[in-house]
T-cell receptor, first 116, second 112 residues
C-alpha cells in the first residue's frame, strides 16, 4: 500500500519555463510534507517543506502547494534551470504521536530534465 | 556546519556476513534516522534514534539493528547478509521532530 505516490516517473521542461511536480497521499494523518532533490549515488538534498496548517510555502524559485482536501501537493520551480535536472522525491510524515517520529514516507520519485 | 557524514561510502560483502555502517549527524542534531534505498522498493524507513533510544522502527527483519551513542553518532548493523540487502543506506539527522531531515551521502552496500 503506497501511501505517497508520484504518478509521473519523468518530466521534461525547457529552461526558463515552469516545472510542476505532483504528489498524492492517502494517509490523512500526515501533517508535514517535504520535497527532496537527489542525484544518483548521493543522499537526498532537502528543498522545501510545508506543514498541514499551511497551503503554500515559498523559498526562492521553489514553491510548494498543499491541497489537504484533495490530499495533493505540488512543487513549482520557476524559472527552471538545467542544474535542476535530478530526481525529485516527495515525502510525508506524521509528527503527532511518539511512535511516528523520524519516519518519512517517500514517493517513488520524478525525474526532471531541464533542457537548455 | 559540516553535513551528515557516513562511512564507509562503499562496501562489498558476501552472503552470511555481517556489516556495520556509521553515521555522524550534523552538530547539535539529536535525532538520527536510517533509510534503505533500492530500485524496487524506493526509499524505506529503517529506524530512528533520539538521545540513544530507538523511538521508531520500520518493517524490516530483526537482522537490521542500530544504536546511537551519547555524542549522537549512530551505527546500523545488518547480520547474516542476503543478496537482497544490496542497497544504498542513507542516514538523516535533524534537531528533533517538526524539523526537516538532512541526509548524508549514503553507504553503497553490495552483497555477493
Amino acid at each position: 500500500d503506497q501511501q505517497v505516490k508520484q504518478n509521473s516517473p519523468s518530466l521534461s521542461v525547457q529552461e526558463g519555463r515552469i516545472s510542476i511536480l505532483n504528489c498524492d497521499y492517502t494517509n490523512s494523518m500526515f501533517d508535514y510534507f517535504l520535497w527532496y532533490k537527489k542525484y544518483p549515488a548521493e543522499g537526498p538534498t532537502f528543498l522545501i517543506s510545508i506543514s498541514s496548517i499551511k497551503d503554500k510555502n515559498e523559498d526562492g524559485r521553489f514553491t510548494v502547494f498543499l491541497n489537504k482536501s484533495a490530499k495533493h501537493l505540488s512543487l513549482h520551480i520557476v524559472p527552471s534551470q538545467p542544474g535542476d535536472s535530478a530526481v525529485y522525491f516527495c515525502a510525508a510524515e506524521t509528527t503527532a504521536g511518539s511512535s511516528n517520529t523520524g519516519k518519512l514516507i517517500f514517493g517513488q520519485g520524478t525525474t526532471l530534465q531541464v533542457k537548455p | 556546519k559540516a553535513g551528515v557524514t557516513q562511512t564507509p561510502r562503499y562496501l562489498i560483502k558476501t552472503r552470511g556476513q555481517q556489516v556495520t555502517l556509521s553515521c555522524s549527524p550534523i552538530s547539535g542534531h539529536r535525532s538520527v534516522s536510517w533509510y534503505q534505498q533500492t530500485p524496487g522498493q524506493g526509499l524505506q524507513f529503517l529506524f530512528e534514534y533520539f538521545s540513544e533510544t530507538q523511538r521508531n522502527k520500520g518493517n524490516f527483519p530483526g537482522r537490521f539493528s542500530g544504536r546511537q551513542f551519547s555524542n549522537s553518532r549512530s551505527e546500523m548493523n545488518v547480520s547474516t547478509l542476503e543478496l537482497g540487502d544490496s542497497a544504498l543506506y542513507l542516514c538523516a539527522s535533524r534537531i528533533d521532530i517538526d524539523n526537516e531531515q538532512f541526509f548524508g551521502p549514503g553507504t553503497r552496500l553490495t552483497v555477493l
